[in-house]
Each structure stands twice: as C-alpha cells, then as structure tokens.
C-alpha cells in the first residue's frame, strides 16, 4: 500500500532535545520507522501533510468496522433483552440508525480538516488544563476498552461455534492477538485491512439469509404483547448510544486525508460507511434473534440470549464445512472493530498528560490487550448484560462530549476551521480554560442520572415511563449549559483566538456595525 507523504506536524513533544543521548524507546520507534510502523504520536498533522485523495476510506473505515457481528448483536438485543416483536424493532432500528449516524459523519470532518486526534481536538473547547483535559481523554480510554471487550466476547463466541474442541476463551485470545497485530502497524496497514476486511461479512450475511430465510416469515416469527412506551424509548437510545459513541474516535482515522477535500464529501462517505453497515446488521440481528424462539437449533445456539456466536453458527450448520469456514471468517473480521478501537486507546492515552505523550503508542496496544483479554472472558459468561450496559454508559458521556463539541463549532466557531489555530494544541494559555465544558458536562449528568433505566439502577424520571432517556435529556441539557457558560467564559477570559474572534464579531454586530468598520475605530484610535 502505497505510504502517505512524509509527515510534517505543527508540534512534537516525543522529539529529543539536540545533542542528547536517545533514549531505548526512541531507539525502538526510531527501528520501527524504518519499517513502515506508524510512530507518530498526537501532534497536528500539518496542512502539508494531509494530501491522500482517498476519500472512500472513510466509507471503508467505518463500513467495515460496523459491517459485523457486533452489529448483528446489536440488533438481536432488541427480541431477545427488551422483549420487543420483530416489527416494532426493525421500525425503530430504520429512524434511530438514520439520525444518530449524522452525528459521527460530522465528526469525520474534523480530522482531514484539522489534522487532529479525536482527544486534541476536544481541547479546543475542553483547554489543556489539567481537568479539562482529563476528563473525556480518561473516560474515551476507558470506553475504547469497553467497546475491545465487546468486540472480542462476540468474536470468541463465534470462533468457539466452529468446533467442539474451541472455547470462548482460547476464541477471545485469537481476537485479541489478531487486534493487536493489526493496531501495532497503525494509521496505513489499519486503513488497508478495513478496506478488505468487510468482504466475509457481506459472503456470510446473505449465506444466512439464503440458508435460514424460510424462518423469517412473520407468520412463524412469535408475536410478543405490544411494547411500552419505556421499553421503546430504552432500545432506541441503547442503539443509538452504539452509534454516537464512535464520534470519539472518528477523526483520528482521517488526519493523513486532503484537507481541501469537500466538507460534503467527507460527511457522505462517512454517512453512508456508518449507516449502511448499521442498519444491515441491526435488522438482519433483530430478524433472527426474534425467529430463534421457533427454530429449535437456532434456540439452543443462542443460549437463553447470551450467545451471539453460537446462533450465527447454528443458522449456518446446514451447509456444514462451508458454513463453519464462513464462521471462521465472520470471527477473524472483528478485529476491523477492534483494532481502530484500539488504535484510539493509544492515541486518547496519550492525550491525558504531557507525560503519557512520550510513551510510544505501541506499548498502550501492549497494556490495552493485557487488560482485555481477562476481563473479556468473564464478561463473556452474560454478553447481553454486558453489552446493554457498557454501551449504554459509554453513550450517556459520549452524546455530552459530542453536544459540547458541536455546540462550539457551529456556534463559537461558526463553522468554520480556520477559527481553530491548531498551531496552540499543546499550549494550555492559548486554549480555553475549559470551565464552560466542565461544568456543562457536569450539569448535564444532573439529568441524565435520573433519566437512566439499567438493570443496576433505574432513576425516578425513567420510573414514572419514560423508559431511559438519558442521552436525550444529557445531550439538550449540555447543549443549553454550553451555550450560557462558554460566553460567561470567553467574556472572562477571552484567551484562545479563534472562539475570541467570533463572540467580538457577535459584539460588534449587536450594536449595529460591521466588523470592518469595528476594526478600523480601534485602529484609528
């Protein structure tokens, strides 16, 4: 695969002071450089840099990290933990995948944009001060490893349906390894794996449908009693919450991309990459999970629910050896899930502090697949627990974070990227203080608390019917806190220069003049 031009980056805090002995990992990165390894670390990529004019990566990328299992999953948990019927599901899965996947399409234009990560451009309206920048570095490492964990439970489980003599454990192990290969190489071999990793996934999806369709019919699908108002609300913003929570790491995979690239561009590609895998693997999930119950060999597969993997194997059983090596295949493609995910662990890690910074990237990949490997297999003892719930929290967080950045773009930053002088990333007295993003997400956790129904806990507002609305009222709340704090903080402290521009043309046009007549008084005087 052809290599991106050599790149040039506005800071880099890793680089060694002249005349200074290298350290040993400046000795490793330095070798594996020279391999083609991605060694870079979280500085900006500079203009120069951002010239691949290879826009329908962005479909790839996300197509194919969507485009699986997990998806399939997803979807399955609509019949088998919200005891909703196929027809409510498959009506609910078609408007909340066609609204939350404009979310993480917006924030693919970020990267090509401003060639920053996910985490640093966060800074720019979260600051670099030490809590500012904290707080969504902290809870995106954290979230990555979740999503690493799902990922590998479903993996294994699948791998597992293809003999006897294979577990879920020694599946998990596979997944994990094969992630971690794949991540360790970075930006380039990542990009080249999901542009081709898609290709089983789309094989074994219309073998099932061609092998188990004749179960789909609604008249043999059992009819559940029509839903509640609660039980509607609490799947649609758990599936919403699996789409919006990728907008944390969506920019770190378009940073080597042309930044003069259309804006409207980069959003479809990124659109259609999100929304197409989604709704596939949603629908086709919720279709067979809500037929298992009539189909005996698909029931005992699926295990009560908590068996992904083995009711993707079961639906394939009849076209024996054929169908156990499209299994094989469906469970060595979920590492396209995992090793962007895991590749942004790093990169988020990173990001916490000056000092985690210097740490080449590849060792967070060694720390990441010593964490998830353990916690995979004990969590794979009860998948739809663990999915409901670690998808569920990383969203609450993830739609205030994306609520807290949109808000600055299209309000503060009016749209427009040269408001954002990514020159000052690193440089805690030029950003914002932060104080406005804090408190905002702060603010809106006073109501998602309240508004969330889990099987841990149930707040009084989703009591009283609402089901869990949590991200909703999260996302409107910040979005409102935001807007009133951040112009108390840039009337305060009008440090950073682009968002200080912005409110003073505000200003300016609130009195009637134009910004061209404001700047020439304060010239003249």
């Given amino acids: 695969m052809e290599a991106p031009t050599p790149v040039k980056t506005v800071s880099n805090s890793t680089t060694a002071m002249p005349h200074s002995e290298p350290t040993l990992f400046q000795r490793i990165t330095t070798f594996l450089s020279q391999w083609g390894i991605e060694t870079h670390g979280i500085s900006p990529i500079a203009k120069e840099g951002r010239v691949d004019n290879r826009l329908y990566q962005m479909f790839f990328v996300w197509f194919s990290a969507n485009f699986n299992i997990l998806a399939f999953g997803t979807g399955s948990a609509g019949p088998a933990f919200f005891g909703l019927g196929l027809r409510d599901t498959l009506i609910i899965l078609v408007i909340v995948d ?25 800074r720019f309206s979260w600051g670099y001060d030490f809590t500012g920048a904290l707080i969504p570095s902290i809870l995106n490492v954290f979230s990555m490893q979740g999503f690493l964990i799902l990922n590998c439970i479903i993996g294994g489980q699948t791998l597992a349906g293809v003999s006897h003599h294979l577990n879920a454990t020694l599946g998990i192990v596979i997944i994990g390894v094969i992630s971690m290969i794949v991540c360790f190489f970075g930006y ?45 609300m609490s799947f649609a913003t758990f599936v919403a919450s699996s789409v919006i929570s990728w907008c944390t790491m969506v920019p770190d995979y378009g940073v080597y991309h042309n930044a003069k690239a259309s804006s409207v561009r980069i959003f479809v590609y990124t659109y259609l990459g999100f929304f197409m895998a989604s709704i596939t693997g ?25 068996n992904v993997g083995g009711l993707f194997a079961a639906i394939l059983l009849p076209v024996g050896g054929f169908g156990k090596f499209l299994l094989v295949l469906v469970a060595l493609s979920v590492p396209a899930a995992c090793a962007p ?37 004990v969590g794979a003892t009860r998948f739809y627990t663990v999915l409901v719930n670690i998808l569920s929290v990383i969203g609450y967080w993830s ?6 950045i949109l808000t600055e773009h299209f309000v503060f ?68 806190l935001y807007i009133l704090l951040r112009r108390i903080e840039l009337w305060i402290l009008p440090r950073e220069k682009g968002a200080t521009k912005v409110l003073n043309t505000t200003r300016v046009q609130d009195i009637g003049l134009s910004e061209t007549d404001s700047e020439g008084k304060s010239r003249n005087s």
Avoid at 215 to 230: C, E, G, R
Avoid at 399 to 404: E, L
Avoid at 424 to 451: C, H, M, Q, R
């Fill in 341 to 377: 995910t895991m590749y942004t662990f790093g990169m988020s890690f990173m990001a916490i502090a000056p000092i985690f910074a210097k740490v080449p990237r590849y060792l967070f990949i060694i720390v990441s697949e010593a964490i998830l490997v353990p916690v995979a297999i």
């Fill in 282 to 306: 949603h629908m086709l999930g919720a279709a067979f999970a809500a037929a298992s119950p009539a189909v005996p060999s698909w029931s005992d597969g699926f295990g009560n629910g908590n």
């Fill in 188 to 232: 380039k071999v990542v990009h080249w794996y999901e542009s081709v990793a898609w290709t089983p996934n789309v094989v074994a999806f219309i073998t099932i449908l061609a092998v188990g369709g004749k179960h789909l019919q609604p008249s043999k699908i059992p009819t559940p009693p029509p839903p509640s108002a609660s039980t509607v």
């Fill in 413 to 480: 930053r009016r749209h427009k990227f040269s408001n954002y002088h990514t020159e000052d990333w690193d440089n805690a007295k030029l950003l914002p203080t932060g104080f406005a993003a804090v408190f905002a997400f702060f603010g809106a956790f006073g109501i998602i608390v309240p508004s969330m129904s889990q099987t841990w806990y149930i707040g009084p507002i989703a009591t009283a019917g609402t089901g869990d609305i949590g991200i909703i009222t999260g996302f409107i709340v910040a979005v409102g």
């Fill in 98 to 122: 066609a609204i939350s996947c404009i979310i993480p399409a917006i924030f693919g234009i970020f990267g090509p944009k401003l060639g920053t990560r996910g985490m640093v451009q966060a």
């Fill in 399 to 404: 739609t205030v974070f994306s609520g807290i």
